[in-house]
């Protein structure tokens, strides 16, 4: 069994390097030396897929597994992966004190990685602009955040699914057309239209070849966050190389390949039922039956960039993600008490004084 290690020691001091997002290089914090990423591709041919049912059936190569040292925070359940020489961290997802275990984690390896692109000032930056775009947002916490500890740069795991699909339906293609009616309206005849929907049998087949459907393997931040990043440029996906992940912290997955699956088959009969619905034409759909043939089943297990930060300000934890690559946010909403009711009271000032201005011109007063 492989025992992944992430530290990569400085050629010229021996502390350790990590990867400068901006330079796209390795730089060590301690002597300030520079070194680039190896030459070659780690992954003859690219981003291999792997086969799915190869997996659900425990028979991927062996060279396919890795091992991890991880620790599991027991607030938000997040898997983290740790270095041989910490003991003792903060959960990066929720703030909560963790005191790590010597346990392993036995997992399908990363096959791609997007590396980060914005480095944790410009992340920053990003949050603190759209803290301040937020009405009624406690100025504390903006402050906090903007002079607060360093944010957290996190590779959060996904899985991607390729498959092939061929379905066939059956279903009704309605027509609208519409008839003239006389009715009664204010004790007058008058001819009205009525719309009508005549509808006819309908049936076919489509087929659609689904590419990287992306599904989120980690349950320590709400869907809601992780899908407002989205879109992820995974054109730009590198094979996986462990030095893009030195002086970052990586995620292991906890939805499981067969669970990841599942909500790609959501994903895909959604928009097969699009596809079918754009076959059927006409003015409406009716669609009674679908079945659904998928083939070619592959999949991958790749790492994307998120900068994390979460502050407990006034006994509550909020919690911030910033895409790594293009500095989208999204958080907990903050709300300040303070400034709702001045807001509210200065409102009701504004709303007395334009009544007692409207009795005026109108002599009531």
């Not at 390097?17 to 990423?37: I, K, M, N, S, T």
Request: glycine share 8%.
């Amino acid at each position: 069994m492989t025992r992944t290690e992430h530290r990569f020691p400085c050629e010229q001091c021996g502390a350790d390097y990590r990867f400068d997002p901006e330079a796209g290089q390795l730089v060590c914090d301690h002597c300030g030396h520079r070194a680039a990423l190896a030459e070659g591709n780690p992954w003859e041919g690219g981003i291999r897929e792997l086969d799915f049912k190869q997996a659900l059936d425990h028979l991927l190569p062996e060279q396919e597994i890795e091992e991890t040292r991880v620790s599991k925070c027991p607030n938000c359940g997040a898997e983290v992966e740790l270095d041989e020489a910490t003991h003792a961290a903060e959960c990066p997802f929720c703030a909560t004190p963790v005191v790590t275990d010597t346990g392993a984690h036995r997992h399908i390896k990363p096959r791609g990685v997007l590396p980060f692109a914005l480095t944790e000032t410009q992340a920053r930056k990003s949050m603190t602009d759209w803290l301040g775009k937020l009405w009624f947002a406690p100025n504390g916490l903006q402050e906090y955040a903007r002079k607060g500890r360093k944010m957290q740069g996190i590779y959060v795991p996904y899985w991607t699914f390729d498959a092939d699909t061929k379905s066939r339906y059956s279903g009704e293609r309605g027509i609208v057309y519409y008839e003239t009616r006389t009715v009664m309206r204010d004790g007058k005849q008058v001819q009205q239209q009525v719309q009508k929907v005549r509808w006819y049998p309908a049936s076919g087949k489509v087929a659609r070849f689904f590419d990287d459907v992306l599904v989120l393997a980690s349950r320590s931040l709400p869907k809601s966050y992780t899908d407002a990043l989205e879109p992820w440029d995974l054109a730009a996906l590198e094979p996986y190389r462990p030095e893009y992940l030195a002086g970052f912290r990586a995620e292991g997955y906890t939805v499981e390949l067969d669970e990841g699956y599942d909500e790609a088959r959501r994903k895909m009969d959604r928009v097969i039922e699009r596809d079918v619905r754009f076959d059927i034409g006409g003015d409406r759909q009716r669609i009674h039956d679908i079945q659904t043939q998928i083939s070619d089943v592959t999949f991958k297990h790749i790492l994307l960039p998120v900068w994390l930060a979460a502050y407990k300000y006034r006994g509550k934890t909020y919690r911030f993600v910033v895409n790594g690559r293009t500095g989208q946010v999204r958080g907990e909403r903050p709300w300040s008490v303070w400034k709702i009711a001045i807001a509210v009271i200065l409102g009701l000032i504004v709303a007395g004084g334009i009544g007692y201005l409207i009795a005026l011109n109108e002599g009531q007063l």
